[in-house]
C-alpha cells in the first residue's frame, strides 16, 4: 500500500527557510493531489497547501506569501518550502494523500486518505 | 472560507458508552464531509469520509451522518483504544479546513 515519509531539518534557524521532502513509496504519485498539513505543539490541525502531480498548487491564503509546494514525478516525491519562519512555524509537519470521491461520475478531491507519520521542526537560533 | 466548529471541546465517557460528536460548517459543504482520529504521537488516521462512509479498516462502530451544514460522528460503544482527538474536515474552492477537534477522554 501506499505510504509516505517526511524527510528534512529538525532545526530551522529565524527568517531562514523550512525545507522538507515528501517520499511517496507503494505507489506512484501521478493522478493524486499531495497535501502539506501542520499541527503546532498542543494545537490543531491546520493545512498548508496542495499540489497535482502535473505541478498545479494552491495554497492556505495565511501562508500564501511564504510558501511553494513542488514535485518530482521521476523521483515520486514532492516537496514544501516555508521561508522567512518564525517560532510560530514550529510544528509536526504532515504530508498527506488527497482522496477523492465520485468515482466514476466525477472526481472531487477533498480528504487525508494516506498520511505521513510526520516531522518534528523547531525555529530557533 | 468555511470554518468548521465541533463540539463539545471534550468530552469525558467510560468504557463502554456511546459517543456523539458534532461538527458544524458556517456555509453547505454538501456531504463533503471528512472525519479523523489522532493518537498521542501519531498522524491523524481517517475514519469517515461523505460524511458516512468508512475508511478503509474501520470498525462498525463507527459512524458518521449528516449533510449540509451539520453532521455527526458516533462511536456506538467506546474501546479503550478509541480515546484520542477527533477532528473534521471539508474543501471548499479547493481551501482545505480542519475543525479545532474533540478530545475524547476518559471519564
Known amino acids: 500500500q501506499v505510504q509516505l515519509q517526511e524527510s528534512g531539518p529538525g532545526l530551522v534557524k529565524p527568517s531562514e527557510t523550512l525545507s522538507l521532502t515528501c517520499t511517496v513509496s507503494g505507489g506512484s504519485i501521478s493522478s493524486y493531489y499531495w497535501s502539506w498539513i501542520r499541527q503546532p505543539p498542543g494545537k490543531g490541525l491546520e493545512w498548508i497547501g496542495y499540489i497535482y502531480y502535473s505541478g498545479s498548487t494552491n495554497y492556505n491564503p495565511s501562508l500564501k506569501s511564504r510558501v511553494t509546494i513542488s514535485v518530482d514525478t521521476s523521483k515520486n516525491q514532492f516537496s514544501l518550502k516555508l521561508s522567512s519562519v518564525t517560532a510560530a512555524d514550529t510544528a509536526v509537519y504532515y504530508c498527506a494523500r488527497v482522496g477523492y470521491s465520485g468515482y466514476p461520475k466525477y472526481y472531487y478531491y477533498y480528504y487525508m486518505d494516506v498520511w505521513g507519520k510526520g516531522t518534528t521542526v523547531t525555529v530557533s537560533s | 472560507e468555511i470554518v468548521l466548529t465541533q463540539s463539545p471541546a471534550t468530552l469525558s465517557l467510560s468504557p463502554g458508552e456511546r459517543a456523539t460528536l458534532s461538527c458544524r460548517a458556517s456555509?453547505?459543504?454538501?456531504?463533503?464531509l471528512a472525519w479523523y482520529q489522532q493518537k498521542p504521537g501519531q498522524a491523524p488516521r481517517l475514519l469517515i469520509y461523505?460524511?458516512?462512509n468508512r475508511a478503509t479498516g474501520i470498525p462498525a462502530r463507527f459512524s458518521g451522518s449528516g449533510s449540509g451544514t451539520d453532521f455527526t460522528l458516533t462511536i456506538s460503544s467506546l474501546e479503550p483504544e478509541d480515546f484520542a482527538v477527533y477532528y473534521c474536515?471539508?474543501?471548499?474552492?479547493?481551501?482545505?479546513?480542519f475543525g479545532p477537534g474533540t478530545k475524547v477522554d476518559i471519564k
Open positions: 461523505d460524511a458516512s
Open positions: 474536515q471539508q474543501r471548499s474552492n479547493w481551501l482545505f479546513t
Open positions: 456555509q453547505s459543504v454538501s456531504s463533503y
